[in-house]
């Protein structure tokens, strides 16, 4: 565990470190710096781009980290690296070609709604075959164990240069139209680069040999695909399906509660950027125990991290309300749902990777694209009825169904369960503390009283923590920490 937590750790500081400029692009420099349906139409660019790229990795990324310990030999490992080079190369340059036939369609389609998306169709394919190539190239330092610069790119650099983007608009050095192909430009640059440093960790030797069992690892690769897809649809379906029903200057708006929300899973996101090779590793070995013992581990640890954030968005959501434009009508309901949603998603700590790198991905698959159609027909009923917070009430349904199935998933097929004695005293005090805080007021400026408050949240919650053992590895860090500031 001691080598989870350390580059951990290192992943956490990173993906706070881009989520805290993403948040300050996201709550304030969009806001007042770009018009609010321009803001809507980045935010649906991006989210397009997130349906698509999954199709054109086709899983590989996935496949490297199952597949990379499962070979012994250099030649082995070589011919797995060059196909998942080359299967991305190919499904893109179909789905292009398909693009490009049906490309009087997607016009059309834009025709009849949202036309100011229609100039910046093709920024789609583009945004999406970077984003599969930086994926490929991310995963190809994880199976190296060596995560943190990949995760410095993916979390921090577009984010840095998405803000100075957005403050070339405001002081009139670039236009709007060119500050949308700018992103497009920096998701491309950020790919090369994650290619140059995996390169720089292993060269293979570039052949068009293939793995000899190569029809158990295209059939990996193909169900992962669906798997990856369906963690997208559920993902960023809400705000392609706001775009249809809505005027798009509400993607915008759910965009800022769901990036709000989204901060839960920063631990999550950290973790597993270590514990999938070595949940990988141990299914290769077939050691149950070890599994058991990490799963547990990285349920409760994570339950505890992403509890106090949870606390402290839940409590701190009206003050921050406070600091963006009126125009931007936002919902605490939708806050609440997709901050619930996210916590539970911490709870199954490395369920995913257990699940996906386990022989009962299948089973997962078809469950996953069961509930893809019925987040699809979530959507379909609520948003009519009820605007951006009925795409909340769909998200919240669709992954509470798939979250607890995966679960019962788990349970059924390994006799291993995420739950220790401390799970529900843990949830009781992240309850407890959202209650009694959410209503907890200070007369001063909302950034004086999210500082206040949070520093009083942070401290009591810490005190009870420590005091009540909830972790022994979060123990451990209170520990080392106090050490540190006392010598």
């Known amino acids: 565990m001691g080598v989870i937590l350390n580059q951990s750790f290192k992943n956490l500081v990173t993906t706070y470190a881009g989520f805290g400029i993403g948040a300050i692009n996201t709550l304030f420099l969009f806001t007042y710096f770009l018009e609010q349906e321009y803001y809507g139409l980045v935010s649906f660019l991006l989210s397009a781009a997130n349906l698509i790229w999954p199709f054109m990795a086709f899983g590989v990324h996935s496949t490297l980290v199952k597949f990379f310990s499962f070979y012994k030999t250099q030649e082995e490992k070589d011919r797995l690296l060059n196909l998942v080079l080359f299967l991305p190369l190919v499904v893109s340059a179909f789905l292009g070609i398909l693009g490009v036939m049906g490309y009087d369609l997607l016009l059309n389609y834009f025709s009849d709604g949202n036309t ?39 979390e921090v650099f577009h984010r840095i240069c998405i803000s100075l983007l957005l403050l070339a608009v405001y002081f009139e050095v670039l236009s709007v139209h060119w500050f949308i192909y700018g992103i497009a430009f920096v998701f491309v640059i950020r790919s090369l680069v994650m290619a140059v440093y995996a390169f720089s960790l292993y060269r293979p030797k570039i052949n068009f040999l293939f793995p000899e069992n190569l029809s158990s690892v295209l059939k990996y690769t193909s169900l ?23 005027p798009i200057e509400n993607v915008a708006i759910y965009g800022i509660m769901v990036y709000i929300a989204t901060v839960i899973s920063v631990p999550q996101k950290a973790m597993n950027q270590i514990t999938h090779p070595m949940t990988a590793e141990m299914l290769n070995l ?39 434009p009126e125009e931007y009508e936002l919902s605490i ?14 709870f199954l700590g490395n369920n995913n990777s257990i699940l996906f790198n386990s022989d009962y991905y299948r089973i997962v698959l078809a469950i996953g694209v069961f509930l893809a159609v019925l987040a699809f027909v979530f959507n379909i009923i609520f948003i009519p009825l009820y605007g951006i917070e009925g795409a909340a009430i769909a998200s919240f349904l669709a992954f509470g169904i798939y979250n607890t199935s995966k679960i019962y998933l788990v349970y059924t097929k390994f006799r291993l369960v995420p739950f220790v004695s401390k799970t529900w005293l843990v949830m009781a005090f992240t309850v407890v503390f959202s209650l009694s805080f959410y209503y907890w007021e200070f007369p001063f400026h909302p950034l004086i009283n999210i500082a206040l408050k949070s520093l009083l949240i942070i401290g009591l919650f810490l005190i009870f923590a420590y005091r009540m053992n909830f972790s022994p590895e979060i123990r451990n860090l209170i520990e080392r920490f106090v050490r540190r500031k006392s010598t």
């Open 224 to 246: 992962i695909l669906i798997a990856a897809s369906v963690a997208m649809v559920l993902l960023d379906l809400d705000k392609v399906m706001i775009e249809y029903y809505l």
């Open 286 to 324: 077939k050691d149950i125990e070890g599994l058991g013992n990490l799963y547990k581990k990285t349920s409760i640890n994570l339950l505890i991290v992403s509890g106090l954030i949870f606390i402290l968005i839940i409590s701190n959501v009206q003050q921050l309300y406070e600091l963006i």
């Open 116 to 154: 100011l998306v229609k100039p910046y169709i093709g920024l789609i394919f583009l945004i999406a075959v970077a984003t599969a190539y930086f994926e490929v190239f991310f995963a190809w330092s994880k199976v190296h164990f060596r995560s943190v610069f990949g995760n410095v790119m993916k």
């Open 333 to 346: 309901l939708v806050v609440l749902l997709i901050s619930l949603v996210k916590l539970y998603d911490n």
